[in-house]
Structure formats: structure tokens, C-alpha cells
């Protein structure tokens, strides 16, 4: 087993109040990982620790076998924020050319990639239109888009699902499963959307910054004989009480 992401004995503070609290995860290569949890449970904020956007007040990240932060490793991670950063005032196109300036790309791998993700995220007849024109949805679908378009090792989407319809949402999961089965990808997808964590490989329930139970969803399910990761999470909550 190799694992592209290792964290050990992590604790996060924002003045008084403790955001994560001894996190210690193994996040195996070419797996996906569901990082699953009700909002304010420290997701994001682990998110952008394994990221390299902040850094933690005690413990260590490794991404790849380096330590983060890393601007080398960032060449190699997709993210997908909670929160979508595009420039509006640009047009689809131009900001995916934008974005996939920063990576490592000829012009013709820059071209191929912004017509792949563009179709996977069913923004191709959009993309002449300028950002601030787009509805919610579109710009989160335009932000999965930026993730993808280095084709990274590592893909990190943080709510990537929230505003999308049933059938696009679909869609996202299948290309998902097929760049894990076919190319080897980690993903790491954070979400408050228990049905979600079925088509994880690896599920990490986290609360009140803490993780209360980390293992494959069958596992999880017959530690607590249970039949819906609603009930999963009820009941470790329970026991962690």
C-alpha cells in the first residue's frame, strides 16, 4: 500500500477556538477518500492544511513524500475550493487558459485539456460567455474544470457537488471513478451528503474537528450495524460523546 498523503498528530487553532484536534489520516494512492461531515467540522480547514494554504499549529502533512506546504508539489494537486475564485470578468475559455498557463503545459496540452474538461463539465457552449453571465452552478462547474486541467496526481474538491443537478452530478462521480480505475488519480472529496460516501473507497467522518471513524463504507456499516451512513454518523457521534 502506498499512501500519497499522510497526516500525523495535526491540531489547528484560530485564536481560542480549536478547529482540528490530533488528526492523524492515511490517504491511500489511487483511492477515493470521502471527508464527510455537517458544516463547521473542521473539512475545509484539513482541506487546505493538506493543500499548503495554511499550516498547522502542531504535527506534520506529507503530500507525495514531501512536506507541506510545497509549491513544487501544488504542480501536482488539483483543488476545487469551497468557495468558487474565478475571474468574472473574463469569459470560460479565458479563464481555463488562464489557469493552465500557471502549469507545465505546451500550448497543444493546453488546448486538449481545456476542451476535455470543458466537455466533462458541460461547459463547451459556455464558454465564450464572460463568468459574471454564469449561474451557481455553472461557476462551480467551471471551478472542477480549473482542478482538472493539469491533470494532476492528486485531485482535492472541497463541496464539489453543491448546486449541480442530479444528472451532471452523476456524470462528475462517473468521470471520477474512471480517472481513479483507469489513471491510477487520488481524490479526496469533502461533503455533508451521506449518500455520497457509498462511491468512496475510504470514508473519514469528521466532527467538532475530530475524526470519529475512518474505514471503507462496509466496514463502517457493520461496526455499527447499521444501513445508511446517516445512521453511521449518528451513532459514533454517540459514542465519542
Not at 474565478?86 to 502549469?103: D, H, P, Q, R, W
Not at 449541480?164 to 452523476?170: F, N, Q, S, T, Y
Not at 483507469?182 to 474537528?209: P, S, Y
Request: charged share 25%.
Amino acid at each position: 500500500m502506498t499512501n500519497s498523503i499522510v497526516v500525523e498528530n495535526v491540531s489547528k487553532s484560530f485564536g481560542k477556538k480549536a478547529v482540528l484536534q490530533t488528526i492523524d489520516l492515511k490517504v491511500e494512492k489511487g483511492k477515493i477518500h470521502g471527508f464527510i461531515g455537517p458544516s463547521g467540522a473542521g473539512k475545509t480547514t484539513l482541506i487546505k492544511l493538506i493543500v499548503g494554504m495554511d499550516s498547522p499549529d502542531s504535527g506534520s502533512i506529507h503530500v507525495l513524500g514531501e512536506q507541506m506546504p510545497n509549491l513544487n508539489i501544488l504542480q501536482q494537486i488539483g483543488y476545487m475550493a469551497q468557495s468558487d475564485a474565478l475571474y468574472t470578468e473574463l469569459t470560460g475559455k479565458e479563464n481555463l487558459t488562464f489557469f493552465a498557463s500557471l502549469f507545465k503545459l505546451s500550448k497543444d496540452e493546453q488546448r486538449e485539456r481545456i476542451a476535455y474538461t470543458a466537455n466533462l463539465v458541460n461547459l463547451t457552449e459556455e464558454l465564450n460567455k464572460r463568468v459574471s453571465a454564469y449561474s451557481g452552478g455553472m461557476k462551480r462547474r467551471l471551478s472542477l474544470a480549473i482542478a482538472l486541467i493539469q491533470n494532476p496526481e492528486i485531485l482535492i474538491l472541497d463541496e464539489p457537488t453543491v448546486g449541480i443537478d442530479p444528472a451532471l452530478k452523476k456524470s462528475i462521480w462517473n468521470e471520477l471513478l474512471r480517472l481513479k480505475k483507469e489513471q491510477g488519480k487520488t481524490v479526496i472529496i469533502t461533503t455533508h451528503v451521506m449518500d455520497e460516501a457509498e462511491k468512496c473507497d475510504q470514508i473519514a467522518m469528521i466532527r467538532d474537528g475530530a475524526v470519529l471513524v475512518n474505514g471503507t463504507p462496509q466496514q463502517l456499516k457493520d461496526t455499527y450495524q447499521a444501513e445508511t451512513f446517516d445512521e453511521v454518523f449518528l451513532y459514533a457521534g454517540r459514542e465519542k460523546s
